[in-house]
């Protein structure tokens, strides 16, 4: 099943858009504000059906929600590839929306599903951080396939229709996951159902003081980098107009290359980073010390970028974006496998849907206002145009850092039933 799992992600990750979308948008003719609110309302959507995604796949199975996330995905990207006008660009984001909700949260709760099983729960994050290392793997390939499609086509939209073959490959593969994989759905599920089963989650996530503690540093740091990591496209184009290499190519080609480079590098570095987050956990003495310790260095690094990106060193700032990369899939392993010993085996798919929703909430608040304070810098000539996403990121992680909970000495909980009863009346 590792393996399948594996190649879950390595297809998942097959967007061959992703190291060009800003790009994409921009040739367009759109604005950085005008892109800001096209990531709010993906996000918003992604936000409305979220947790009810979760809801759906732990009760009525996890396999069938995932068949119907990667068909919206398909349809998606259909629509990004013929869109023309800006309102059809919100319809594709809705089906994308669709997909990512209905996606985000189940496929984990089923790798944690077979882990009890398989009596191997105590290997959670070295098995989620392999497989994922595989997701970033997959990027790695996607971006080389991407710089390829770009080049012969000179169109950043064509990727959106290559995107589509390895899409239906995953729902091939979800074909063969065993049923066992589904969860624990019965047969007869009413809406009544649905709705208590939520609230029941939600209450958790809500009374549970770890389980708050968390949503609130998974909307502080993937959030917020969610939203930070799409300037790296602009960053890295803005550096190859400085730098007097493939002139003779144009524009488009030049950025192609250079993104493409730029890109494996992240994703091989992000893979290595996923793959080996639990030696960071276990050198830094458990998860919540790993945690902190990938706080402290994520708000150095933003804090860094802010003179870098004001001053213009732009081939610096994708160094440092790079690293902001490596951190973040420290930090998913690590976070996801906190958020596992607080959630029960029939909760799981909803509970980590509750964090994936906080996350697109801080998105969907973030994103605008960076694009607005980028599209002001740049209208008032205030130094280089992207010092504003930094300085926002940073402030974020500093106020984490500040509200930290005292770190106890008895380790962490033995299992997420105990701890939930445990936490109930703080």
């Not at 190291?19 to 040739?27: A, G, H, S, Y």
């Amino acid at each position: 099943m590792i393996k399948r799992f594996s190649l879950y992600g390595f297809l998942k990750n097959q967007r061959y858009f992703d190291p060009f979308i800003i790009l994409f948008f921009l040739q367009q003719g759109l604005s950085f504000t005008q892109i800001g609110f096209l990531v709010a309302f993906r996000e918003l959507f992604i936000n409305l059906m979220e947790i009810p995604s979760g809801a759906v796949a732990d009760l009525f199975g996890r396999r069938r929600s995932m068949i119907l996330s990667f068909a919206s995905y398909i349809i998606s990207f259909a629509i990004f590839g013929f869109s023309q006008d800006y309102w059809h660009f919100f319809v594709a984001m809705f089906f994308f929306a669709v997909g990512e909700a209905f996606r985000t949260g189940t496929h984990k709760a089923m790798i944690f599903t077979w882990l009890r099983i398989e009596g191997r729960l105590d290997e959670k994050t070295k098995v989620y951080g392999y497989t994922r290392s595989w997701s970033k793997i997959g990027s790695a390939v996607s971006t080389v396939l991407a710089v390829v499609f770009v080049l012969l086509t000179n169109d950043y939209a064509c990727v959106f229709f290559f995107a589509i073959i390895p899409y239906v490959a995953g729902l091939i593969n979800f074909m063969t996951y065993p049923r066992v994989l589904e969860g624990q759905p019965g047969g007869k599920v009413s809406i009544r159902d649905v709705v208590a089963h939520l609230r029941e989650c939600i209450h958790a996530a809500l009374i549970v003081k770890k389980l708050r503690r968390l949503i609130v540093e998974s909307m502080s740091f993937e959030g917020v980098y969610k939203a930070v990591a799409d300037y790296l496209q602009p960053v890295v184009k803005n550096m190859v107009l400085l730098l007097p290499i493939f002139l003779a190519w144009g524009e488009t080609r030049r950025s192609t290359v250079m993104i493409g480079v730029v890109y494996l590098i992240l994703y091989l570095v992000s893979a290595y980073a996923s793959r080996n987050a639990h030696l960071l956990a276990s050198y830094a003495g458990g998860e919540e010390r790993g945690s902190r310790l990938l706080w402290k260095m994520i708000f150095v690094l933003y804090v860094t970028l802010v003179p870098v990106l004001f001053f213009g060193y732009y081939h610096i700032a994708v160094i440092g974006f790079i690293l902001l990369a490596l951190l973040q899939n420290f930090w998913r392993p690590v976070l996801i496998s906190r958020f596992d010993a607080y959630a029960s085996e029939t909760q799981g798919a909803t509970v980590l849907s509750i964090e994936s929703q906080a996350k697109s909430v801080s998105t969907m608040i973030i994103a605008p206002i960076l694009g607005i304070a980028v599209d002001f810098v740049r209208g008032q000539g205030l130094g280089g145009e992207f010092w504003p996403v930094a300085v926002v990121a940073a402030a974020i992680a500093l106020i984490v850092l500040l509200t930290a909970p005292k770190e106890k000495r008895n380790g962490e909980p033995a299992n997420a039933e105990t701890r939930c009863i445990a936490d109930e009346e703080d």
